[in-house]
Structure formats: structure tokens, C-alpha cells
């Protein structure tokens, strides 16, 4: 069924989010001076939310998060998209996620809207293969610990779908997981970033992450990488920020230890953009 298909018209709107993790504590897991974190700067970049032209400028040409050549590439990429079945995929609203007692929109947690208030979200039933890209050695596991901790969390059919071929870079329909270099890292705060590609009617089209490479350790397990990994790949399903310094894998800025088990508010938005 395509009754929900986008006009091919509709440019795709672009989700772009910094992982605003304080470099300050990504030293300090893996050690560092003093002197380096007197330099790292109060201010810093919160949420970033891109679209259309801004977007497609920001992620550069050089395979940035979703490298796009301009604005229009969006489009063509209607004639490649899954085509769930009927049922399989409609749009949402808030307003029909009354959340449970105690938690609080904005504070526990945020999920990402179109400009029409419609979520953005992923088919059900459909496989959503997330792929690395330039993955350095030991960082396997963790982000396999992070697929599979979402795919049970949300009812999303995620799963590792191994290091991905030139060809699949920023594939439709998938995940994928870049460790290198991007624009944005030029704010040395930011870690990683990552976002979701959407129809306006908030259907996802494709995530994008991409993540330091230095930020993350060699050591499978470590909580910094993973809970890096797992904010960066919340982002790629549509789940926006809670508050800095709380309980939540999404909180805007980490606490100390960073989390690594998925909070009230964490679960809620999962309910939100999943299939359960
Ligand atoms: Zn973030």
C-alpha cells in the first residue's frame, strides 16, 4: 500500500542533533590533564536542529552525516524507500502518547517532530540493518550492545548488519554508523552526532551517526562508549533530548558515570517511535 507515499515534491526534512557530551568527561574516562580541561569552554552547542538547504549544507560534501550533494538529492531518494505494507506504518502525534505519571515532556524525555507535529519514526516490520563505517578495533561489541539494547527496548527490527561496503553509505532505510570525522566536530564538546531523515509526514527515510573516533576506547564494554553509542543511535530513531545531567541515556549532557542503562524517560520515548 502507498496511500501514506509522500508527494516526491516534499523535500525531506533533516534532523541534525550534536551529541553535546562534554569532552571533559570523555578525558576523563580515558585520562587526561588539567591543564586540557580548564580549556574546554563553558559555552557550548546545545541541539542543533537542521533542515532542508541548512541541513544538506551543513553535512559538506565529504560524506557528512547524511551526505547529501544539495538539498535535492533528498528527493530522489523517494524512489528507493521501503515500501511498508498497510498497517505497518502511519503517522503519530503526540498527542496520542499521553506519557505516564511522573514523567514530564522536555524534562524525562523529547522525541523529534515534524514541523506539522507528526513523530518521526521508523516502520515496523521492516529490518532496519545498521552498518559501521571505518569502525575502530574493539568498538564492535559495544555498538552491537547498543543495536540490540534499542531493538528490544522499541520493538524495532534493528540489528548489526556488520561493516558496510562504499555503496551502502547512508543507505535508505538503514542505519549507519560512521567513526571519523565530521563538520561539526569542530566544536571539540561535541563527541558525535547523529539524526534521522524524514518525510513531513515524519516517516524516516535513513539515520546517520557519526562518532569520534577518539571517544571511543579499545576496550569492549567501556560506559563512556556505550553510553555514547547508544545517545547517538537514539537520536537515529527520532528521540530527541532530556534534561542535562539527569538519569536519561538522553540527557543533553551526561552525568557521572555515563548511563548506560535506559531510563524512564528513555523507555517512554522508545515506546513512542517503536513497535510496542
Ligand atoms: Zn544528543
Redesign the pocket.
Known amino acids: 500500500m502507498t496511500y501514506w507515499r509522500p508527494h516526491p515534491a516534499i523535500t525531506a526534512v533533516i534532523y541534525l542533533?550534536?551529541?553535546?557530551?562534554p569532552i571533559a568527561i570523555g578525558l576523563a574516562v580515558v585520562g587526561s590533564s588539567p591543564t586540557l580541561l580548564a580549556k574546554v569552554p563553558e559555552e557550548h552547542r546545545d541541539?542543533v536542529a537542521a533542515f532542508g538547504d541548512g541541513a544538506a549544507r551543513m553535512s559538506g560534501s565529504d560524506g557528512g552525516i547524511f551526505g547529501f550533494d544539495d538539498a535535492h538529492a533528498a528527493n530522489t531518494t523517494v524512489q528507493g524507500l521501503p515500501l511498508p505494507s498497510h498497517g505497518e506504518w502511519s503517522p503519530r502525534s503526540s498527542n496520542n502518547f499521553p506519557p505516564p505519571a511522573g514523567l514530564i515532556p522536555g524534562r524525562d524525555f523529547s522525541v523529534e517532530t515534524t514541523s506539522s507535529g507528526l513523530i518521526a519514526h521508523w516502520p515496523c516490520g521492516h529490518e532496519i540493518p545498521v552498518r559501521s563505517f571505518g569502525a575502530p578495533p574493539g568498538s564492535e561489541g559495544d555498538l552491537i550492545w547498543a543495536v540490540e539494547t534499542l531493538a528490544f527496548a522499541s520493538g524495532l527490527s534493528m540489528h548489526y548488519a556488520g561493516p558496510g561496503s562504499d555503496d551502502q553509505r547512508d543507505a535508505e532505510g538503514a542505519i549507519s554508523v560512521y567513526y571519523g570525522d565530521h563538520p561539526m566536530f569542530v566544536d571539540p564538546q561535541i563527541a558525535g552526532v547523529?539524526g534521522v531523515s524524514t518525510y513531513q509526514n515524519g516517516l524516516a527515510v535513513r539515520g546517520s551517526v557519526t562518532l569520534r573516533p577518539d571517544q571511543i576506547t579499545p576496550f569492549p564494554g567501556d560506559p563512556w562508549s556505550r553510553s555514547l553509542t547508544l545517545?547517538?543511535l537514539m537520536?537515529a530513531v527520532g528521540i530527541d533530548?532530556a534534561m542535562p545531567y539527569g538519569p536519561e541515556v538522553?540527557a543533553?549532557r551526561p552525568g557521572y558515570p555515563p548511563p548506560t542503562i535506559l531510563g524512564h524517560g528513555d523507555q517512554f520515548a522508545l515506546h513512542m517511535v517503536g513497535c510496542r
Open positions: 542533533f550534536a551529541i553535546a557530551f541541539t547523529g545517545h547517538a537520536h533530548h538522553m543533553e
